[in-house]
């Protein structure tokens, strides 16, 4: 049953509005698309068919983050069929993850878009057999929508080259245009569309005039005095990020800034320390935040307007997700929405630039083939790569280009075995073309063959699964036929017409955030009828306008004076509550914390992903009494329970944590595993007595730190006490 899994893995007791009936669509082998506001649980819609079903779930998502931390938090509560490949993996890493999806030890596989380009890595899937297709963020796939990412439009192909797999399409930003796009882009079949409501009472909305730059940061100072800190500044460019950090530090706030200049070891280190509440404010692009699931955010502040309204609820929706009141702060100066105008004027493309780019597409062919990396096509045009992926999908559309699987930019052999008997003509052709040590590129290695180069890369592939040789792929460009060598009028017309609807709704994205910041009515029924939502909320009593706080349009008046009251941090002697246990025993919270940090350094995983802070609060204010009782802890489950019940409850009663690692499947300490055997006794004498819930977790256990010999033993015992 769902609720079973929802409550044994990740610790909840009931569905959230939607989750349910997206649930039940999904088990049916329905198409589904589910729409659902940012902080709504669309993981969990993903997250617990996958676990009821025995074949393979394919989770695509652009975020990183959000397939790292999931992953991680799933082998936290012992599911260890989950797994991830995105371009932060070492090419050594991704072809192990590969190699377990063939041998069928991963059950859910969290991917990158851009790796379903590769056919070999599809057929693999195929042979895997995948159950369910998940599109995560799936207004990327529309046009229309405001992050459109070229890579999706080949999401339908790969389903179909699956064997047509029921399709899980979810989002938090789709207007009823865009809705109707991922439909028809995803081909879906009598498909259950859920939407729930956009509206989050808890969050409260306001729009600030300023009218100098320099006015920016008084005003962020303002926000952060109200609503003290976790909080999040979103600004527009790496140097307004650096700036606005060093300003609130030189003002007495804790803020570091976060933007992709920054190495990958700096950005994860402001995200953990963020995470686990020791760093207050982080200024950042809009980037950070996508996929972190942090509970009590208590501010997000945008230093300039968002790009877009569905970008701004996504961006704003970060806040609040504990369901306290929070603050959703946009900073309004009409002459940064000047410069966004003109960033659309100089990306702006027509007929011209049409040819052009059909005319660079041509001059690069081989053959009429051209492979290169997807960034140097766009570069090719002299547009964005917006720009780029809407040509090239109405040139596939119109059929004078024909954009098949990426290929391997090359492959680094690292060894090559002697040519067996009875290999196909084209195999052995490649084979014969290979280095025996070094590094060698796709197209040039085709050559050598005499084959296309799907066709070498192929070669290359099953040599490697049939261990004919060791290598490791590198890098990737697209693999594109050219169909017409001209392109006639009409063609440049279509495509210069399809690319003034991209600058139109440009436009318009800038239009619909000019008025919402100029607003002289509720703007939380004006943020819920941009995505067709028709709940009655006006007023809200959540917003400036229904606050009495402006009278008209952005007044002149920077801040009202009631909004400027100060509400000062808490003193450090007070008294610390959660919402559902009262008092906090900050003592017992920070030998928490210690131990916290002590598994996540042996783990290699941020502290967050062992427990984040809200679980350790509500531990340190219910303190349980045992594994049962832990795991009924909202957001940790009977499993992760399990796997940390004994030394959080030595933590409560006073005492040190047990010396023996926790078991993890990177763990190959040959140190003394822990003692299986009495949470075998413990689960049996439960049983016996008709608890079979409490065994759960004494039963989970056993089979964490007991291996074979346990899972044989938890076996006979519920042959036993069937």
């Known amino acids: 049953m769902p609720l079973n899994v929802l409550k044994e893995i990740f610790g909840f007791d009931s569905f959230r509005p939607g989750q349910e009936e997206v649930i039940r669509a999904v088990l049916e082998g329905r198409d589904t698309l589910a729409v659902m506001p940012t902080g709504g649980g669309k993981s969990l819609c993903y997250q617990v068919p996958a676990l009821m079903q025995e074949s393979l779930t394919v989770i695509v998502s652009p975020l990183i983050s959000l397939m790292k931390d999931q992953v991680d938090s799933l082998l936290q509560s012992a599911v260890a069929e989950a797994a991830t490949l995105h371009s932060g993996l070492s090419p050594e890493e991704r072809w192990e993850v590969e190699r377990k999806v063939r041998t069928g030890e991963i059950k859910m596989l969290y991917i990158a878009p851009e790796r379903l380009r590769s056919l070999e890595f599809v057929l693999a899937l195929r042979r895997a057999g995948v159950g369910l297709f998940v599109v995560d963020e799936a207004h990327c796939i529309s046009e229309w929508g405001h992050n459109f990412r070229p890579d999706y439009l080949f999401l339908p192909r790969v389903v179909k080259d699956l064997g047509n797999p029921p399709v899980l399409a979810l989002t938090a930003t789709a207007t009823p245009r865009v809705r109707e796009d991922i439909l028809r882009s995803l081909a879906m079949r009598s498909p259950e569309v859920v939407v729930t409501s956009f509206n989050r009472p808890n969050l409260t909305y306001r729009v600030i005039e300023a009218k100098k730059k320099e006015s920016k940061l008084p005003l962020i ?219 060698i590129g796709i197209p040039e290695l085709a050559q050598r063959a005499g084959v296309r180069p799907v066709v070498a890369q192929t070669a290359v592939y099953r040599m490697m699964v049939d261990g004919l040789m060791r290598a490791v792929p590198r890098g990737s460009v697209t693999d594109i036929r050219l169909r017409e060598a001209h392109l006639d009028e009409r063609d440049r017309r279509e495509m210069a017409a399809r690319l003034k609807g991209h600058d139109k709704r440009a436009y318009g994205e800038i239009r619909d955030v000019e008025n919402y910041a100029q607003l002289t009515t509720c703007r939380r029924e004006r943020l819920l009828r941009h995505f067709g939502d028709k709940e009655e909320v006006a007023p809200c009593g959540g917003c400036d306008i229904c606050l009495g706080e402006v009278d008209a349009a952005i007044s002149g008046s920077n801040l009202p004076d009631a909004y400027r009251a100060p509400r000062l941090k808490p003193a450090a002697a007070s008294v610390r509550t959660t919402p559902d246990s009262g008092e906090v025993n900050e003592e017992l919270l920070a030998r928490l914390k210690i131990w916290r940090s002590d598994q996540a350094r042996d783990q290699q995983v941020p502290a967050y992903v062992v427990l984040h802070n809200s679980h350790l609060e509500e531990i340190s204010a219910r303190q349980p009494g045992d594994i049962h009782e832990l795991g009924a802890i909202k957001g940790i489950g009977l499993r992760r329970a399990a796997r940390y019940g004994d030394d959080i409850l030595a933590l409560i009663r006073g005492d040190e944590p047990a010396a023996s690692p926790i078991e993890t499947p990177d763990n190959t300490s040959n140190g003394p595993a822990p003692d299986y055997r009495k949470h075998i006794q413990a689960a049996e004498n439960l049983l016996r007595s008709g608890r079979g819930a409490e065994a759960v977790p004494e039963l989970a256990r056993a089979l964490e730190i007991g291996g074979e010999e346990a899972r044989l033993a938890v076996d006979d015992l519920l042959k036993l006490t069937s």
């Open 221 to 439: 100072l303002d926000v952060i005095r109200r609503y003290p800190p976790p909080g999040i500044v979103y600004a527009t460019t790496r140097k307004e990020c650096e700036e606005l950090a060093a300003g609130l530090r030189r003002s007495g706030i804790e803020a570091a800034h976060y933007h992709a200049g920054l190495s990958s070891s700096e950005r994860s280190d402001v995200q953990e320390r963020f995470m686990t509440d020791e760093l207050p404010v982080v200024v950042a692009t809009i980037a950070f935040g996508m996929g972190v699931d942090k509970p009590n955010v208590r501010f997000v502040v945008h230093s300039s307007v968002p790009a877009s309204l569905p970008a701004y609820i996504q961006e704003a929706g970060r806040a609040g997700r504990d369901g306290e009141p929070s603050e959703c702060v946009v900073l309004y100066r009409s002459a940064d929405l000047g410069r966004r105008r003109r960033l659309v004027t100089v990306n702006s493309a027509g007929e011209d630039e049409v040819s052009s780019y059909f005319r660079a597409l041509a001059g690069v062919a081989n053959g009429g083939r051209i492979n290169a990396p997807f960034s140097s096509l766009a570069a090719l045009g002299s547009v964005d790569q917006d720009a780029a992926g809407i040509m090239l999908r109405g040139l596939e559309e119109s059929g004078l280009v024909a954009r098949g699987y990426d290929l391997w930019a090359g492959v680094e052999v690292e060894s090559l075995e002697e040519e067996p008997e009875g290999l196909r003509e084209e195999i052995s052709a490649v084979h014969a073309a290979l280095p025996g040590r070094g590094e």
